[in-house]
Structures are given as structure tokens and as C-alpha cells.
């Protein structure tokens, strides 16, 4: 693939015009460099980090927790780092879920082999290249670690998928948690040392679990948009009762208790358990004690 878009001039960003959470943020660089487009104001930011040198099955793990983001305003957050970077950069594009890569060197610096055609993928889908450096300035090891507070910085939550004890991405997930921000980490085998820096983090406490790569999203509190939730069901073959479809349409993004739900309906209660049965079953209303009911699609 031409790298023509590469070769594209970068430009400015006035810090007020930072994206994502990075205006906001107290890791907010003072000058910050641009390739490509900026998200919307709506769009959410999730940090997706780890180890340059995964396990064989990194690639799969990175792909189904990015597939769980499909149908939100999310959008993946990385480093363009050989493995887990590249690899969720990859899983973004090819689910069509926007991405932004932040570089530890001049945007007009040279980037080599496969991240190159990665790069250019992220400017082709309508992403974007950020960097705090100017011009061709290159890479140094202080470089990284001050991308990763960027990183962090412009998401609102970060998760670690697989990291050694003394790996980077534990620096982005320290920079999280100084900001007060949600941490995520996927656990793994306790032998094994590319998980030993997530398994630390979640031994601490410092990190929430990812047990299951499809439940990132709810596990982020990043909501569905209005209507996903029912499109991917309907592509799944699965069609709701009418009564179903009525009580979500009218409650989604709410919570009500069993007797406000029999109230606004006029249910009587066996028909309304099995609505809300049928709700939960097709992932689109949750409970924790079977009293209060919220309909956001989890």
C-alpha cells in the first residue's frame, strides 16, 4: 500500500481544540501535532495497550475485545507499538471502528514496515496521528513514556491486555489511575509472564477484570448507541415480542423498579416477568437484585 497519505502535511492543534478528554486533562501536553481527522465530541475514547511481544493468541484476544465496540461511539486509543498496539489498531480498522494512534516521534518522521501500512490505514478510515513532537524529530526512551500519558489522557478508561511486571503499558495504566480514571486489565495465567503485569494490577486493586473480551464495553460503561443493540439482534435472526419492543423503546437508558414498570403499563405481573425475561435473556436489560431494571442493553 502507497503511503501517500503519510507524506500528507501535519498541523497545530490549539489546546483547546485537544480531542477526546486530552483538553480536559491535567497530561495534556503543551503543544500537540495532527495527521488526519479528529473525532466528534461524541466519541469516547478507550485506551488499548500492552506488551511489544505477546503470546500467540494475542491477536484473537485483541480482536474480540475491540468487536465488543461495535455499535458505540468508541473509539480505540494506542501507541502504533509492535503487538498489542498494532494489534488493536488492526481490529479497529477492520470492524470499522475509529482509531487514534499516538507516536513518541515527529509526525514526519519515518515509520518502518508494517506499522507504515497501519498508519496509513488509520488516515485512509478517517483516523488520526498524534504527536507532541515536531517535524522528523525521532524516538527516544523518554519519548515513550511521555506518549503514554497522552494515551491516557485522551480516554476515559484504559485497559491493559497483556503486560510483563516492568512492561510500558503498566506506565500508561499508573498515568490512569493518577488521573482518577477507570483501569481495566485482562487476567491470564498466573505462570505465564506476559500476564504477570496484569495480574499484578488486579491483585492490587488498581484494575477492574476483563474476564470475557465481549463484555470490554459494558465492563468501560461505554453504552450502545440508540438502536444497535436491536440491529445486531435482528441480524442475529432474534425478533422481539411486541410487548418486548414497547417496554425497551420506551425505557432504554433507564432504570424502574418491577412496580413503576406494572404502573406505566398496566402488565399484569406474569406477562411483564416474561417481557423482562425476554429482555435480559436478549442482553438488553440487566438486574442485579431482580427490584430495579435497567434498560440500556448491557
Known amino acids: 500500500m502507497e503511503t501517500n497519505l503519510l507524506n500528507e502535511p501535519y498541523r497545530e492543534l490549539a489546546p483547546e481544540n485537544y480531542p477526546l478528554l486530552l483538553s480536559q486533562s491535567k497530561l495534556r501536553p ?20 500492552g506488551t ?14 475491540v468487536a465488543s465496540l461495535k455499535g458505540t461511539n468508541a473509539v480505540v486509543v494506542s501507541g502504533l507499538a509492535q503487538g498489542i498496539d498494532c494489534y488493536c489498531h488492526k481490529a479497529a480498522l477492520d470492524a470499522g ?18 506499522r507504515a501500512t497501519i498508519a496509513e490505514r488509520i488516515l485512509q478510515a478517517g483516523g488520526a496521528l498524534l504527536s507532541e513532537y515536531e517535524g522528523n524529530a525521532p524516538s527516544y526512551k523518554g519519548c515513550f513514556i511521555a506518549r ?10 484504559t485497559l491493559v491486555v497483556q503486560s510483563r511486571q516492568k512492561g510500558g503499558a503498566l506506565i500508561t495504566a499508573q498515568y490512569c489511575v493518577d488521573e482518577g480514571k477507570l483501569l481495566l486489565a485482562v487476567p491470564g495465567n498466573f505462570d505465564c509472564d506476559l500476564y504477570s503485569g496484569t495480574n499484578a494490577l488486579l491483585d492490587s486493586g488498581r484494575a477492574m477484570p476483563v474476564f470475557i473480551p465481549e463484555n470490554l464495553r459494558s465492563a468501560a460503561g461505554i453504552p450502545l448507541i440508540e438502536g444497535a443493540k436491536i440491529e445486531q439482534l435482528m ?43 425476554e429482555l435480559e435473556i436478549s442482553g438488553l436489560v440487566t438486574s442485579k437484585d431482580n427490584f430495579q431494571f435497567y434498560f440500556n442493553g448491557a
Open 235 to 277: 441480524t442475529c435472526g432474534v425478533q422481539l415480542s411486541s410487548g418486548a419492543q414497547k417496554v425497551f423503546d420506551r425505557f432504554n437508558g433507564f432504570r424502574k423498579t418491577f412496580s413503576e414498570l406494572q404502573e406505566d403499563f398496566g402488565f399484569k405481573a406474569p406477562e411483564l416477568l416474561a417481557i423482562l425475561t
Open 30 to 49: 503543551k503543544r500537540l501535532f495532527c495527521k488526519g481527522a479528529l473525532p466528534s465530541t461524541d466519541k469516547i475514547g478507550i485506551a488499548m495497550v
Open 97 to 114: 471502528i475509529p482509531t487514534i494512534a499516538v507516536l513518541a516521534q515527529g509526525l514526519d518522521a519515518k515509520i518502518d514496515g508494517e
Open 52 to 65: 511489544r511481544r505477546p503470546t500467540a493468541s494475542a491477536e484473537e484476544l485483541c480482536r474480540r475485545l
Open 148 to 157: 503514554n500519558r497522552i494515551i491516557s489522557g485522551l480516554s476515559q478508561a
